[in-house]
Nanobody, 120 residues
Framework: VQLQASGGGLVQPGGSLRLSCVVS????????MDWYRQAPGKQRELVAL???????SYDDSVKGRFAISRDNAKNTVYLLMNSLKPEDTAIYYC???????????????WGQGTLVTVSS
């Protein structure tokens, strides 16, 4: 099982980016999918989470600006980031809690991270 994140880059304050993360491999089901970020010198923090049923949760710092969504048919999670601020600069990691084919318990998997830089 692999998670491949993409979509990061350099954007000006106030701009937008959309991150994508594709889960590949032999999967039975995916529970939660989420995005974390880690800024230089800081701990990794949960940004947004989406459950298998579609309900979502956000960190207060991104509420109203970011939107997480998922396409279950494509095993993909997205993070649309609007009104970006310099403090959003970080490496963004996707994470999934899923059940691999042939197993009956879930495991956590991480993508490689994609860098988002918000700067003028």
């Amino acid at each position: 099982v692999q998670l491949q994140a993409s979509g990061g880059g350099l954007v000006q304050p106030g701009g937008s980016l959309r991150l994508s993360c594709v889960v590949s491999g032999s999967i039975n089901s995916i529970n939660t999918m989420d995005w974390y970020r880690q800024a230089p010198g800081k701990q990794r923090e949960l940004v947004a989470l989406i459950r298998s049923g579609g309900s979502t949760s956000y960190d207060d710092s991104v509420k109203g600006r970011f939107a997480i969504s998922r396409d279950n048919a494509k095993n993909t999670v997205y993070l649309l980031m609007n009104s970006l601020k310099p403090e959003d600069t970080a490496i963004y990691y996707c994470h999934a809690n899923l059940i691999r084919s042939g197993r009956y318990y879930s495991d956590d998997y991480w993508g490689q991270g994609t860098l988002v830089t918000v700067s003028s």
